[in-house]
Every structure is written in C-alpha cells, then in structure tokens.
C-alpha cells in the first residue's frame, strides 16, 4: 500500500498509479483536489520543489499567507521562507521589494531563501538536498535557542 506526499495516509495502488501519471508525486484524492485548487495560485517551480522537499520529509506549507504577504514555501518549524523567483525578480523594482519583504519577514524571526526558476529546473536534487541541509541547521539553531537541547527535523539528508 502506497502513501500520500501530502498527508501520509494510505492510497490504493489505483490512486497512486494515477496520481504519479498525472501529477508526478503521490497524493490521495483530497490532496489531488486540493492540488487543482491551488495550481491557479502558484507556479510550477513553487510546485516541483514543494513536492521535492515534502519526499524528503520537510513539514512544508506552499502558498502561505502571513497576514501581509503571501510565501511561496514556508517551513515553520525552522523558521525559513522559500521564496523561487523567475526572471521578474531582476529588476530593480522588484529587486527592491523582495528585499524589503525579507527585512519584514527578518524581522518576525524568519530567514528569507530566493531560489532561481533556473536551479528548480536545472538542479532540482541537489537544490533539494542543500535546503535540507538548511533547514536542519536552521531548525537545530532555533530550538537550541529556545531550550538549550540539540534537536533534528528530519532524518533524511545526504549532508
């Protein structure tokens, strides 16, 4: 019996058959719902690396609203946005609004990540497995802060 990437419930072999022809991961039929739903709202970078860090075991959110601004990837528990920029964010305008959204961000305890489309496409594993690698540090840092105890979030790194 197979899982669900989203949820870890379990799916039949049909669902999964399914869901990696069409969507490339396997997800239950709620969360293929919930996947068509939020395709209008995202990009297909945000998605491939989303799914990439939730087969390695990151507690991902994708498309998360703060209040003031919507995040593409969030990982909570170590305090670290994802942001996967294309060539839009080249331009000074825009240069000069992603940096003021990471102060922001900085400054509710968040360390802003900006990820090139290009390394989404070119070098999805490796990208992968360096976030990781990131996060362990970052979420170890945060709860060694806070309580003085070593911690890990994930037990799947190659790092």
Same mark, same amino acid.
């Given at each position: 019996?197979?899982? %669900?990437?989203? %949820?870890? %419930? ?17 997800? %239950? ?12 709202? +995202? ?25 003031? *601004? ?47 489309? +290009? ?20 979420? *170890? ?16 790194? +190659?790092?």
């Amino acid at each position: 019996m197979e899982i %669900c990437t989203e %949820c870890n %419930c379990k799916i039949t072999q049909g669902v999964f058959d399914f869901s990696i022809e069409n969507i490339g991961v396997p997800l %239950c039929m709620p969360h293929q719902q919930w996947l068509a739903e939020i395709e209008e709202n +995202t990009t297909a970078e945000n998605l491939t690396l989303y799914f990439a860090l939730k087969q390695r075991g990151v507690p991902a959110s994708i498309e998360h609203y703060d209040g003031h *601004k919507h995040i593409d990837i969030v990982i909570h528990e170590a305090k670290v946005h994802i942001e996967v920029d294309g060539r839009q964010h080249f331009n000074h305008k825009q240069a000069l609004s992603d940096l003021k959204r990471t102060y922001y961000s900085f400054l509710e305890g968040y360390f802003t990540l900006r990820i090139p489309n +290009t390394l989404v496409h070119e070098h999805l594993d490796e990208t992968a497995e360096y976030l990781v690698s990131f996060m362990n540090e970052s979420y *170890k840092r945060v709860h060694e802060l806070y309580s003085g105890t070593t911690y890990r979030l994930l037990k799947c790194s +190659t790092r």
